[in-house]
C-alpha cells in the first residue's frame, strides 16, 4: 500500500479518549488550515465508531464554523441523538481551543429493499485517456513559489483525473460545470464504512472548483478568498473506494460572495452511489 494512502487510513483511524469522545490528528504537512475533507470523514468515523455494524451512513449535514488549526489535535464529540429500529441518528461536534469549529448531523439505516432508480450517468471520456494530475501540475510548477512547490508536487491518497483540465493560472471564463475522475491509488477492504469516510474525504477536494469556473479566477492566483461553508452528502449503493469514479459536478448559482454547488458520484459502470451539495465561500480579492 503506498505511504499515502495508509497515512490517510490513519489520519481516519481516531483514538477514543472517553465514551463519545474521540481525538484525531492533522497530516504534519498541512498548510495554513485544515482540509475540511478531512473534518468529515473523521467526524464520519466518530460518529460510526458509536453504532451498530450492520447500519451504514445514509446521510450527513455538516457546517465548518471556524479554521480549523492543523498544529493541535481536533476532539470529536458525539451525541447519540436515536437508536431507532430502523434509523439511527448521531450529532457530532468538533473543537480545538475550546470552541467549536465544525459540527455534523449524520443518519444510519438498516439495509432495507426497495423501490430503484437512478439519473443516467453522463457521457465523457474514460480516466485512461485523460492526463494525470501531477503531469498537469508539472507543467506549470515553474510558475509555483518555490516555497509552496513540494506541496504543489506531493504525493496524494486520491487519483484526479479532469476531463475539463484545471487552470492553475491565467483563467479563462467557462461554464460551471466540471467532471473529474478520481479513486483511492491503492486497494481497499471491503469494509462499507471506511469505503464511506474515504468518499467522504474525497468529496469536498474539488466540487468548490466549479462556482468559479465562470469568474476568470483560480485558487493560485490570489484574487480569490474561498472556504467551505457547509456539506451534505448522501450515500445511495454500495462501492469501493479504490475504482475509478467520476463525479459530475454543477453550480446553479454564485451570489453575495458564496458559491453553491452539487455533484454526483458514479461508478465506472454508471451507478449512482453518491450525491453532494456544498455552499462556499468565494470572496473577491
Known amino acids: 500500500m503506498p505511504d499515502q494512502v495508509e ?3 490513519n489520519l481516519l483511524d481516531l483514538e477514543p479518549i472517553e465514551v463519545n469522545l474521540f481525538r484525531g490528528q492533522s497530516p504534519a504537512d498541512s498548510w495554513q488550515r485544515v482540509f475540511g475533507g478531512q473534518v468529515i470523514g473523521q467526524a464520519l468515523v466518530a460518529a460510526q465508531r458509536t453504532v451498530e455494524e450492520d447500519r451504514h451512513c445514509h446521510s450527513l449535514h455538516a457546517y465548518f ?16 441523538s436515536r437508536d431507532g429500529r430502523s434509523f439511527t441518528t448521531r450529532r457530532v461536534i468538533a473543537i480545538q481551543h475550546g470552541k467549536q469549529i465544525f459540527n455534523m448531523a449524520a443518519s444510519f439505516q438498516v439495509r432495507e429493499e426497495g423501490f430503484d432508480h437512478q439519473f443516467p ?3 465523457v471520456p474514460g480516466p485512461e485517456d ?3 494530475e501531477l503531469s498537469m501540475r508539472e507543467a506549470v510548477v515553474d510558475r509555483v513559489p518555490k516555497s509552496m512547490r513540494d506541496r504543489f508536487l506531493r504525493p496524494r491518497p486520491i ?9 492553475y493560472f491565467d483563467a479563462e471564463k467557462r461554464d460551471p460545470i466540471s467532471h473529474v475522475w478520481f479513486r483511492a491509488v491503492s486497494p481497499m477492504t471491503d469494509n462499507v464504512a471506511l469505503n464511506q469516510c474515504v468518499l467522504a474525504y474525497a468529496s469536498d477536494m474539488t466540487l ?24 451534505a452528502m448522501w450515500f445511495h449503493r454500495p462501492f469501493k473506494a479504490d475504482e475509478w469514479m467520476l463525479y459530475a459536478q454543477d453550480a446553479p448559482s454564485a451570489s453575495f460572495a458564496r458559491g453553491f454547488n452539487r455533484g454526483n458520484i458514479f461508478t465506472r459502470d454508471g451507478t449512482l452511489i453518491a450525491s453532494v451539495t456544498q455552499e462556499g465561500l468565494i470572496r473577491p480579492r
Open 121 to 123: 450517468m453522463p457521457d
Open 7 to 9: 497515512d490517510l487510513l
Open 159 to 167: 487519483e484526479l483525473r479532469f476531463v475539463e483540465p484545471p487552470s
Open 65 to 80: 464554523i471556524r479554521p480549523g488549526d492543523p498544529k493541535v489535535p481536533i476532539v470529536y464529540e458525539v451525541d447519540r
Open 130 to 132: 485523460l492526463p494525470t
Open 208 to 231: 468548490l472548483d466549479t462556482c468559479i469556473n465562470p469568474h476568470g479566477v483560480t485558487w493560485m492566483d490570489g484574487k480569490v478568498q474561498s472556504a467551505s461553508l457547509d456539506h
